[in-house]
């Protein structure tokens, strides 16, 4: 009895409450179960879900990217820096991000697969190295259009429309972030599950001494999951700029354990028991409409941090309580 | 002799899985009485109600007549039942002396709070001379000891509590033979003191050594007592396993071919040392050597798991370079690895995703994956191999050991590899699986494919080889064919010693019919 009560809360609990969240909002406003206000939603979460699908596939491979927040912050300034300081062309103002992505992506899984430092402890410290690195590269200061410069006069460039258009544009009756959101999240899915790349991920997370002896080289696949990390993280800079339309400091800090909880509420969307694509949006979407409510609320945004940390902690009892059952020695 | 314990109709339930139906155990006074039967015959459970870890649903304990009632190890040992547990750095505190491991219990009970150096020294060594093992010095750190001398450790401290009931639950699994023969005479010399002992153990020869009467258990229940001088070894498998399987394995002689495997001088940074030899197509080639003689050591170099690794390889006449698994795999090998779990298994994956997960591009079009190509092998080799699951989507965690095998065995089957390595295939499997683990390798190797069979199980490999490599501390000492190929002199080989000349002729005239499981 006891155990199938456990099973059926791990299966549904998460969709459960989700419901339950909106059927209370929308009984005390009226504002909050309308197509505007979700669409609102949906792109507020549009940027920690990019964060989030990339802690997913480091979790997935049994790693843990906590870098991904500073990353974030580091290609939201670079972005805003080429139009405002170097006026580049659009191209560029989105690959070069991008590579720096690519490039966090493989220092981590150097540290971690070459020189054998544990995972949460090498990212640990490239999510200093690379917020002070974003600090240094902009003085300490937010980047935005005709900015003052240090060198003295002002900055050449300003953030072009057609990329504020990534950002805060609509299509098709939805922000564009959100359908870029869509998108990656589908991607991630149909990879992660449908795809032999998918299964290498999830076998070498499983356990890579099998793995390898399966034939798996466990240190590429590793890496391919930082440099996918990297990259995500990346893009949520990218997005963030557009959306912002300004570059400001320390953007992604705050968005890390947002982005963890999301992944870890995942794991427990429907039984899956493991980090996956389609959980990991579903996290961002509890936790983004459990904030849109309480700001109606009239909830103080300081104290976001208790609801965020909170469901954190029920997501990881949920998943950790449910492990310790289903692996129990019979 | 007296009554000293009786254990009568135990019952237990996990939640809905029926662990003991009936389990049934009488000591007497001084004897020693084997416990057997395959892997989930509830054995383990039977001993875990007796020393106290859990408390049985129903049935009753008797210990010299009266009922008692063990709800914790500590009860147990108040009681005066102590376990020696198969794995003895549970029990051992690595960073204490041998003296304060030995006396341990005693402090954790309370009493005085100043401990005297002396006088626990003292208490120490007079329970090791008790066990004619004065040689361990008590003031050595516990986390210096070797397997057998931890064993020993974890005996004296039941000694030192003057234990009536000593469990031992495959004390003898990571023992080498000599360190074997002197715990039994430790039990014997417990048993002769009026110590009750309960022995249990995969290995048949040694019980029927050691053991004054064997209960056999199958499927939770208690199925006979036999007294050991009055039973054959036929007899105990057949009540083991509910019928006797032990004849299926008569050896035929089948053709061979050309090498699928030449290896040359190869040595690695460590362990081996100038290693040759190969193996014929449809050849079974027996590795065989003590605990440490580096049996797996030679599997994992020739697999390319291993570091730095000279020497030369050849498969089917092609010079080989492996460095990494996925060299070996392509070049038609498949390594069957000794920790299974750790190394062989996704535990927590379905049987489906194990089973395709060595050659997924068979199991996928372009990139994406086909489930049903997936399912369509899992049940092919839940059919041939006779696996016991549920279904294809079953988690390998909640397979008993010797499916988990046929798993990890199974996985390779999509591949059709030239070359398998068994590494201490049967380690843990109970003996139906073996017998299907066996007939496996038969098969493998009728339908032409070369097999290399490390074990340090040396009846078992005789059964199953058509030919012998003796390892020694790293290098191949002897080879001998199956003709010449007897315990003894694999035994001789393998603990580093050489035969004269005589002795050889004796020996040779030996024939084998059936594996002895």
């Known amino acids: ?330 | 002799m007296a009554e000293l314990l009786d254990m009568q109709s135990i019952g237990k339930r996990f939640g809905n899985v029926t662990a003991l139906e009936n389990g049934q155990l009488a000591l007497e006074k001084g004897e020693v009485h084997a416990l057997l039967g395959v892997n989930g015959a509830g054995k383990s459970t039977m001993i875990k109600i007796l020393s106290g870890v859990y408390g049985q649903d129903s049935g009753e304990i008797r210990l010299n007549g009266e009922i008692i009632s063990l709800r914790s190890p500590k009860q147990a040992k108040e009681h005066g039942i102590y376990c020696v547990y198969q794995e003895v750095d549970t029990a051992i505190v690595a960073e204490l002396t041998v003296a304060e491991n030995i006396l341990m219990d005693s402090f954790a009970a309370g009493g005085s709070l100043l401990l005297s150096k002396q006088k626990i020294n003292k208490q120490a060594k007079e329970a090791l001379v008790q066990l004619q093992s004065e040689e361990i010095s008590v003031t050595r750190k516990a986390g210096t000891l070797t397997l057998a001398e931890k064993q020993l450790v974890l005996i004296a401290r039941a000694l030192v509590h003057s234990a009536k009931i000593i469990i031992f639950d495959e004390p003898t699994a990571p023992l080498s033979l000599t360190e074997s023969d002197k715990l039994f005479s430790v039990i014997q010399k417990l048993s002769s003191e009026g110590v009750g002992c309960v022995f249990i153990s995969h290995r048949l020869p040694e019980v029927f050594e050691i053991s004054d009467r064997i209960t056999v258990m199958r499927e939770g229940k208690w199925v006979n007592t036999f007294v050991t001088a009055e039973s054959d070894s036929e007899g105990i498998i057949e009540a083991m396993l509910g019928e006797a399987l032990s004849h299926e394995l008569e050896y035929q002689p089948h053709p061979t071919g050309d090498n699928v495997l030449e290896v040359r001088r190869l040595s690695d940074s460590g362990k081996l040392k100038d290693i040759s030899f190969s193996v014929k197509a449809g050849e079974i080639v027996g590795v065989v050597g003590l605990v440490g003689a580096g049996k797996t050591e030679l599997a994992k170099a020739l697999f390319g798991a291993a570091n730095s690794v000279s020497g030369s390889v050849e498969i089917a006449g092609k010079q080989t370079r492996i460095k990494h698994p996925e060299d070996a795999i392509r070049a038609g090998m498949a390594l069957i690895p000794e920790e299974r779990r750790k190394e062989g298994l996704f535990v927590h994956e379905t049987l489906r995703a194990n089973a395709s997960f060595p050659n997924l591009r068979k199991f996928s079009t372009k990139l994406f994956m086909n489930k049903t190509a997936e399912n369509k092998f899992a049940e092919d080799i839940i059919d041939k191999l006779k696996i016991k699951t549920g279904d294809t989507e079953t988690p390998l965690v909640h397979l008993s050991g010797g499916n988990q095998q046929k798993v990890a065995i199974g996985k390779w089957m999509s591949l059709d590899s030239l070359l398998y390595l068994f590494d201490e295939p049967t380690k843990g499997v109970d003996i139906g699986a073996k017998v299907d683990i066996f007939k496996l390798i038969r098969e493998l190797a009728g339908s032409g494919k070369g097999c290399l069979y490390f074990s340090s199980e040396i009846h078992e490999a005789i059964g199953i080889s058509d030919r012998i490599l003796v390892m020694c501390d790293g290098q191949i000492v002897k080879e001998l064919s199956r003709q010449e190929a007897t315990q003894e002199r694999i035994l001789l080989y393998a603990s580093g010693g050489k035969e004269e000349l005589n002795q050889t002729e004796k020996l040779s005239e030996r024939e084998r019919s059936s594996i002895s499981v």
């Open chain 1, 1 to 330: 009895m006891k155990e199938n009560a456990v099973q059926f809360l791990f299966k549904y609990g998460a969709i459960i409450l989700l419901i339950a969240i909106i059927l209370y909002f929308s009984s005390i406003s009226d504002a909050f179960f309308s197509y505007g206000n979700f669409s609102d939603i949906l792109r507020s979460i549009s940027i920690v879900t990019l964060l989030a699908l990339g802690v997913t596939f480091t979790l997935v491979v049994d790693g843990f990217d906590l870098s991904v927040g500073s990353t974030m912050s580091l290609s939201t300034v670079v972005t805003a820096s080429l139009m405002v300081w170097y006026d580049m062309p659009l191209w560029l103002v989105l690959l070069l991000p991008l590579l720096i992505g690519v490039a966090v992506g493989l220092v981590n899984s150097f540290l971690i697969t070459v020189i054998g430092i544990p995972d949460l402890l090498a990212t640990l410290s490239m999510m200093y190295i690379v917020a002070g690195l974003h600090r240094t590269y902009t003085e300490g200061y937010s980047i935005y259009n005709n900015m003052p410069l240090t060198s003295g006069g002002t900055a050449p460039g300003q953030l072009s429309e057609a990329f504020l258009w990534i950002g805060q544009g609509q299509m098709l009756g939805l922000p564009v972030p959100v359908w870029i959101m869509v998108v990656m999240v589908l991607a991630a899915y149909v990879i992660l599950n449908h795809t032999r790349w998918g299964r290498i991920l999830y076998m070498t997370g499983g356990n890579a001494e099998a793995a390898t002896l399966s034939g798996v080289n466990v240190k590429r696949v590793k890496t391919s999951a930082y440099i996918i990390s990297g990259v995500f993280a990346s893009m949520a800079g990218i997005l963030f700029t557009a959306r912002v339309g300004s570059g400001q400091i320390d953007a992604g800090a705050p968005l890390l354990m947002e982005a963890v909880a999301a992944v870890f509420v995942g794991y427990s969307v429907l039984g899956a028991g493991k980090p996956n694509a389609l959980g990991t949006f579903f996290g961002a979407a509890v936790i983004g409409i459990l904030l849109n409510g309480l700001t109606i609320q009239n909830l103080p945004y300081y104290a976001f941090d208790i609801i965020k940390g909170a469901v954190l902690v029920a997501a990881l009892a949920v998943t950790y309580v449910y492990a310790k059952n289903k692996f129990a020695k019979t």
